[in-house]
């Protein structure tokens, strides 16, 4: 969990989301603008300045019982509007493995 | 085998209805994620990217066919159809849903499989050789060994809580099949003149961030005095292991710090207090031990039966004997790997299916027993030698039988940023590249025994620093690239790897590989020096100037 004190140290460089892993399962989720949690990224709050992803980030870890580890994480917003992961790490967070899985879902 | 007794399964059973009302508090919100958490890692519970991971231990790696087609039944009924076993004689699930986790657990339990001791602040699941108990000119079964300290050291209350994590390894064979001298504790079974048996006893060893290979503090500790003598070493760092400072804390950089001389001083100071105590292992605990692994009945057979001489003529079969199979200590009698390396795949993962038929190969042809590798293959322990070509035709069947066993496609790696929450790059599409370019198996063993580890951080789960070619995933800038050291090796004479020049992107590892391989090739001066051997006759001088002349 990130404590208020590094919350305050947290600085955005562009959009951002927060995300977390649901509780019971560890699903991938995002944090929406109604205050509650999705799965897709495309219902993701965007936050731009710091201040917003403090507030979001803040208002996320007080749900402990619907989410573990919620962070920010950057995102990259398409001239269409589309929304996507804005790293690699977080790519796979939401498209899953690169990889074939060794049994087909 | 081993026989677990009751006491065993009472305290298994315990810990499944405990961590079941842990979930359940977890759940309904009584418990926070900061007080979960510790429990859960107790229960071998981690949170990856996209899910939990369930890490099961495989104490000194045997598995029963009955508990193999236990963790087929967990991969299918609660992940996704498979499991990927790691380095570390574990097998991990990476999909298990919290609010099934005890279920998974209790499901495990029932055949005598946990999940203590693999993860958390305390002794982790002893290793040892997958050979045990089987390889010729062991000294004697190193589980028997393994098994005391399972023992004594789970939920000892004094080892539960130490500064950082803490593995033993123990081996009884000349080669070194355990990897010991990583280890925080390595111990090498042996006799000294009097023909009794005990241990050299090496400390300090692991990867990771700091990496160290194990120095020797005692060159023979009696089969009598080793609880003493382990309790002493983890006393001394229990006191003087640092707790502030979670890089600093594992007894690697105690021992560092403190030189080996005066850590091997305050353990024997500390030992000489304790010696005799109640720790002391009399000849009736250890039979009593010993007398709980039982040996499959072997028959009279020959060395060479008319099955074997009739195979010979089947050059596929051949190929995979002389790479898979290896000798067994009684004659008639075989120990095959099978390969968890196929090309293109992603190392030391099985599906459930491959599980419940190696669980039913096992049983027809192994007596119902399976090892578990370090190198992340398994292993048939017991199969007469008649069975080879009818076992081997099943194994190919399943995809179980790649000729690739300790070469250059037989690669360690750990899940990497594909699964691991604290990687920097992925792992899994390295190695699989590299299968698919060493695929030519001519061209494989020409090159011979290389091993390629790969890590996707510098924590070293795919033990990168010893393998003979190393490779680390590093971010920079965002994009992944990776280090790649040459000539460490983790046997009996291990040594850590060495940088051979600037990290590379991801699409240009594989042809570095080649380029190190082609060099090799050409530098070495007899087909059988091995890859580490030139490497330490002519250092990484000409594997560089190779690499990078045309970078
Ligand atoms: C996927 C989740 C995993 C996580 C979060 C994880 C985490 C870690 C961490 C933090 C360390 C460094 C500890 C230290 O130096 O004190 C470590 C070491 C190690 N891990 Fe993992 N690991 C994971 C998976 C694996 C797998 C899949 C394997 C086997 C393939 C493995 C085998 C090892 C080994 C052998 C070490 C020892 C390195 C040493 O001696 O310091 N781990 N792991
Ligand atoms: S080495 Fe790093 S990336 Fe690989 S499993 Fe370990 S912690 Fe994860």
Redesign the pocket.
Known sequence: MTSPLEQKKIRIAGPSVVTANRTWDGLVIYRTARGEWSATLSEAAIVRTSEEARALLAESVADDLGAVGAYIAPVEIKESGRIKPGNLREHIRFRGVTIELPVPA | MYAYDQLDRALINERVDEFRDQVKRRLSGELTEDEFKMLRLQNGV?L?LHAY?F?VAIPYGTLSSRQLRRLAHVARRYDRGYG?????Q?I?FNWIKLAELPDALADLAEVGIHAMQTSGNNTRNVTSDQWAGVAPGEVEDPRIWSELLRQYTTLHPEFSFLP??F?FAITASAHDRAAIK??DIGLRLHKNAEGETGFEVLVG?????T?FIAKTIKSFVHGHDLLSYVEAILRVYNQYGRRDN?YK??M?ILVHELGIEKFAQEVEEEWQQMRGNSLTLDDGIIEEIRSRFTYPAYEKLPHMPDELKKAAHDAHFERWRKNSVALHKVQGYAIVTLSLKPVGGPP?DATADQMDAIADLADKYSFGEIRVG?E?NLALPHVARRDLPALWKALDKLGLATPNVNLVSDI????GLD????ANARSIPIAQELTRRFANHDIASLIGRLHINISGCI?????HHVGHIGILGVEKNGEEFYQITIGGRADENAELGNLIGPAVPYAEVADVVEDIVEAYLALRVRPDELFVETVKRLGVEPFRERVYATR
């Open positions: 981690y990856q991971m890490r990927h076993f790691t380095t570390r574990n991990q950082r994590k593995k990583i280890h060893g692991g990867l990771g961030r990496p979670i804390a594992r690697k030391g370090h992340q360690i790696a750990c899940p699964y691991c929450s604290l924590n070293a789960c795919g033990h």
